[in-house]
C-alpha cells in the first residue's frame, strides 16, 4: 500500500509560478515511478509528467514541456511539480500517482495509487 498527499495548491496570477508537492509513505519510494496528473471541471484526467523510480528520466505531456519540471527526493519520500508561466487553462486539480507496473507514462489507468489532489487556480 501507498499512502500520497499533496499540498502546495492554491492561487496564481498568470505568468506566475506555483510548486505542489506529493509525499509518499507505505510501501518504500524508492520501489517506484511517480507521475502527476491534472483534471479540470467537467474534463477527463489528463498526464503532466511523470518520473522514474530513481529520478534519472523524466516524461512531460507536450503543453507542459518548458514551463514544468518534476522531480523527486527518495530520502524525503516526496516528488515535486514545479510550474512556470503558468496559464489560466492550467487551472485544475493536481493528483499525484503511484506507479508500480510498467507501462505507458501517459495512461491513468497504468498508475496504482493516487493521491486526494491539491486545487490549482490560475487568474487571468
Known amino acids: 500500500q501507498v499512502q500520497l498527499v499533496e499540498s502546495g495548491g492554491g492561487l496564481v496570477q498568470a505568468g506566475g509560478s506555483l510548486s505542489v508537492s506529493c509525499a509518499a509513505s507505505?510501501?518504500?519510494?524508492?520501489?517506484?515511478?511517480m507521475g502527476w496528473f491534472r483534471q479540470a471541471p467537467g474534463k477527463e484526467r489528463e498526464f503532466v509528467a511523470a518520473i522514474t523510480w530513481r529520478g534519472t528520466d523524466t516524461y512531460y505531456a507536450e503543453s507542459m514541456k518548458g514551463r514544468f519540471a518534476i522531480s523527486r527526493d527518495n530520502a524525503k519520500n516526496t516528488v515535486f511539480l514545479q510550474m512556470n508561466g503558468l496559464k489560466p487553462e492550467d487551472t485544475a486539480v493536481y493528483y499525484c500517482?503511484?506507479?508500480?507496473?510498467?507501462?505507458?507514462?501517459?495512461?491513468?489507468?497504468?498508475?496504482?495509487?493516487w493521491g486526494q489532489g491539491t486545487q490549482v487556480t490560475v487568474s487571468s
Open positions: 507505505g510501501r518504500t519510494f524508492g520501489d517506484y515511478a
Open positions: 500517482a503511484a506507479k508500480l507496473r510498467p507501462g505507458s507514462w501517459e495512461n491513468v489507468q497504468g498508475y496504482d495509487y
